[in-house]
């Protein structure tokens, strides 16, 4: 994935210098009224894909740390699903020991009414 990556931005580093060889006249960017910017148009260009490609990286840890929040909350639905599973178990063991302190009983009175 590397390898792939590092061809991606070769491929555009190379076509921005390309684009930058061609483009070296000056223009005028109207930010707001009042505020020019005057630059070569490959300077230019390659402002705006740096403040793009800040705005990627910015949108990108955000999104990570939402995953991350998002993962504690998770965490914490499943401890509690994991005390209620245990009291589940802790219930179905009384109830088994009961059940078998039971059953030696029914086995004696059967066999007592088998006997008769």
Known sequence: MRQIN????????????LFGIENTEPVIIH???GVD??????VELIMAM???AVFAWVFSVWAQVQGYM???KQMQ???????QLEQDVQRYQVELEEQSLMLPA???DEGEALAQ
């Open 106 to 108: 029914a086995k004696v």
């Open 31 to 33: 930010i707001a009224p």
């Open 6 to 17: 590092f061809v991606v931005i070769f491929v555009i580093a190379l076509a921005l210098v």
């Open 70 to 72: 998002s993962f504690g």
């Open 37 to 42: 910017v005057e630059a070569p148009l490959c």
């Open 50 to 52: 740096g403040i793009g």
């Open 77 to 83: 639905q499943r401890e509690i699903r994991i005390q």
